[in-house]
């Protein structure tokens, strides 16, 4: 299993040795380990080259390198093939890609989306573009105030008129893992395509697109111990098949005249260009260490459960702690349920989030302040915003230790607001 010495980060050097570095923001990215590093450095010092073009030697073996990573994401989320995983920038990108190549020529006036007020704005707005462009509209499955869903609203938002029902496994906010099944049933019944937002998911839950069902699924690399600007999407062979490309250019053609063109099957016919080779190799090596296998090595199923058991144990025996953390320091009161990943979103009486974060700051302790790109959210809770402490495989008792001190010294300074 991944530990902290497996981070360069945490042995670099801070401004203030007596607090070394606190980081407690993984849901927003999170930090790479050595053999992440090592594989894109050997990528750019031993075979840089570009993929699927050439015939020498080092094309081939970027080609291949690369290509593991698809491999490997095909058995982490339980693909049927591998021509089923898409690279993408990201989660985003993939959600926009789904919107714009499947939804809108398929979308009428009067028809509807539905998605929940749980949701990041990449799994919104895109969305909301797509309906103003063709008449439609979008519905929500709303947040109780405990955090969770309303789930016996799923019949009022998800009917005869639904298209697309797109929600997030995990919410990023408030760690809220999202019981998909219903929801995903309540669409199938309808006939509507669906869409997982996985971005939570990849380092702290099992995913499994076939036992699910489900139409799509989109993840990204650097939520993974992976690099930024990395993705995917998955989809189902049929739906795949039936999109018209969404963007175009070099390598996603079969034949190329003045006046048209015929394109490529899948996968390819949705990867236009020269992508990030070494991002999608870094992938994979920090796929490989999540299972942990060599870097190189392909991995089973087995494996893949086996390494993300491992992390999801570590950040469950240290939840109590957090959550024992913010239960220790006053006027602090924490957002969300209980069934959650290890997030904790919270606010403290009398002192706005940025000003707590700019303190922890100080402290060396890294958090996230903000509406955490969930606007919609926050006003439901109604806050105008929160700090989100999120746990990582190199996250310690240490760490959180340091965070209740934290804490404790953002209290005094405030006047003991609370």
Known sequence: MLTRADFPIFSAPVPDASRPLTYLDSASTAQRPAVVLEAMDRYHREFNSN?????????????EAYERTRRLLRV????????????????????????????????????????????????LVPWQLVAEAHGAKI?????????????????????????????????NALGTIVPIEPILRRAREVGAATLLDGAQAGAHALIDVRAWDVDFYVISGHKQYGPTGVGTVYGRRARLESMRPYQSGGGMIQTVELERSTFAPIPARFEPGTPNIAGFIGWGAA???????????????????????????????????????????????????????????????????????????????????????????????????????SLGAYNTPDDLEALRRGLLAVHAMFGGSG
């Open 287 to 389: 796929l490989e260490a999540i299972a942990g296998v060599d870097v190189g090595t392909d991995f089973s199923r087995e494996q893949w459960e086996t390494g993300v058991g491992a992390l999801m144990a570590h950040e469950a025996a240290l939840r109590p702690q957090l959550d024992d953390v913010l239960a220790s320091v006053p006027g602090v009161r924490r957002l969300g349920p209980e069934n959650r990943i290890g997030i904790a979103s919270f606010v403290m009486e009398g002192v706005h989030p940025h000003d707590i974060g700019t303190v922890l700051d100080q402290h060396n302790i890294a958090v996230r302040t903000g509406h955490h790109c969930c606007q919609p959210l926050m006003r439901r809770l109604g806050v105008p915003a929160t700090v989100r402490a």
């Open 139 to 171: 519905r929500g499955i709303p947040v109780l105030p405990s955090g969770e869903l309303d789930l016996d609203r799923l019949e009022d938002v998800i009917h005869a008129r639904t298209r697309m029902v797109a929600v997030t496994q995990i919410s």
């Open 76 to 123: 982490v989320l339980n693909a049927a093939e591998s021509d089923e995983i898409l690279f993408t920038k990201g989660c985003t990108e993939g959600i926009n890609l789904v919107a714009a190549a499947y939804l809108a020529p398929r979308l009428q006036p009067g028809d509807e989306m539905c998605v929940t007020e749980l949701e990041h704005h990449a799994n």
């Open 51 to 63: 993929v699927h073009r050439g015939v020498h030697h080092l094309s081939q073996r970027a080609t």
